[in-house]
Every structure is written in structure tokens, then in C-alpha cells.
T-cell receptor, first 112, second 110 residues
């Protein structure tokens, strides 16, 4: 009965590879987000989708491409991984933009 | 843009009361959230203030002054499990644009 789930939980890969992280929410929310939390624990928004449409796209390299096949899913694909991409990536969801967000458990990405 | 300031670390004793302050500057304002994040875990929602004043929820209370761009989170009867980072997050004018502060790491000691 997990509200927001992410896979994988851990991802270790080499520089230059392409990888994807998947996110699913079963709360019926219409808005989903991707955040990056770096080693200094700074949680920063990357993207937000409302009803499958992109509404926030912060300054993120275009190697990062979100995809929302439906309202319950928001996947993150990363091309040509770099060392600086190592971080914990959190998916979150909310009903609209004015309500609190439920966070997934996070995906710890390590690029070697 | 948005600017959020909160103390980096605080230490308090079990059973005591602690107040974590947050000052912010946002482009418009649609409320302020507080989240708790235990080490290695996801942030979890604690409170939401959109009007001035104090919102109480059990041992936790949150205060907002919109004119001063100021909020605080008050934790009473501290327990060891309250050791975590507390993130202040104002919601800007466009909604959806939740910006998190760097968080205050609270350590509760016996």
C-alpha cells in the first residue's frame, strides 16, 4: 500500500552510461515532481508535471529527461551520466500545487 | 527568486522545547510548509501555514508572519526520535514551486 514508490532504491553506474529511475504513486494525485538532494542535503526541485504536462523545468542539464506516461507515473531518464549526478533523487506527488507533497523513498545514484 | 535562511544545526535535550526559525523571501506567497527528514529517509510533511498565526498539531506547532517573512517550528517534549533535519519550504506565487531551505539538523541528547 505504498503511496509513492521508486525503483531502483540504489543505482551504481559508470560515467557515460544512460539510466532510468521510475516513480509511481497510487494516491490519485494529479501532480508529480522530481527532486535532487546532493551530498550537502540540499533538496532542489528539478521537474514538475501536472496531469502529464510539464509545468516546472528548473535549470537542469538536458541530459535529464522526464517522461509521464500517465498521471500515476513520472520517470526520469538520464543520459551520459557524470560524476556530479551522484545524489539521492526523490519523486513526490501532490493533489494540485497548493497541497503538501508525499515523497517516495528516494533513489541513491552513485556514478563512478 | 527565493531566499530561505534557517540555522544549520541545533542541539536540545530530551523533554525540552526547541524553536527552529526560518526567514524567507519569495516571489509571491502561497503558504509555507515544514517537513521532517530523518537521515537516509524521505521528507515527510509536518505542517502548513498560509495565514499569520500559530498552527498547533500535538507536540509540534508552526508559526507564520507573512509581513516579516518569518516562520518557526516549535517542538515540545522532545524525544530522541525527533532527531532529524527540519526543512522550511515556502510556496511561491506560481504554486507548484516549493523551494526547500537547506534544513536544520536537530540533535536531541539525553
Amino acid at each position: 500500500d505504498t503511496a509513492v514508490s521508486q525503483t531502483p532504491k540504489y543505482l551504481v553506474t559508470q560515467m557515460g552510461n544512460d539510466k532510468s529511475i521510475k516513480c509511481e504513486q497510487n494516491l490519485g494525485h494529479d501532480t508529480m515532481y522530481w527532486y535532487k538532494q546532493d551530498s550537502k542535503k540540499f533538496l532542489k526541485i528539478m521537474f514538475s508535471y501536472n496531469n502529464k504536462e510539464l509545468i516546472i523545468n528548473e535549470t537542469v542539464p538536458n541530459r535529464f529527461s522526464p517522461k509521464s506516461p500517465d498521471k500515476a507515473h513520472l520517470n526520469l531518464h538520464i543520459n551520459s551520466l557524470e560524476l556530479g549526478d551522484s545524489a539521492v533523487y526523490f519523486c513526490a506527488s501532490s493533489q494540485g500545487g497548493l497541497f503538501w507533497q508525499y515523497f517516495g523513498p528516494g533513489t541513491r545514484l552513485t556514478v563512478t | 527568486g527565493q531566499n530561505i535562511d534557517q540555522p544549520t544545526e541545533m542541539t536540545a535535550t530530551e523533554g525540552a522545547i526547541v524553536q527552529i526559525n526560518c526567514t524567507y523571501q519569495t516571489s509571491g506567497f502561497n503558504g509555507l510548509f515544514w517537513y521532517q527528514q530523518h537521515a537516509g529517509e524521505a521528507p515527510t510533511f509536518l505542517s502548513y501555514n498560509v495565514l499569520d498565526g500559530l498552527e498547533e498539531k500535538g507536540r509540534f506547532s508552526s508559526f507564520l508572519s507573512r509581513s516579516k517573512g518569518y516562520s518557526y517550528l516549535l517542538l515540545k517534549e522532545l524525544q530522541m526520535k525527533d532527531s532529524a533535519s527540519y526543512l522550511c519550504a515556502p510556496l511561491g506565487a506560481g504554486s507548484y514551486q516549493l523551494t526547500f531551505g537547506k534544513g536544520t539538523k536537530l540533535s536531541v541528547i539525553p
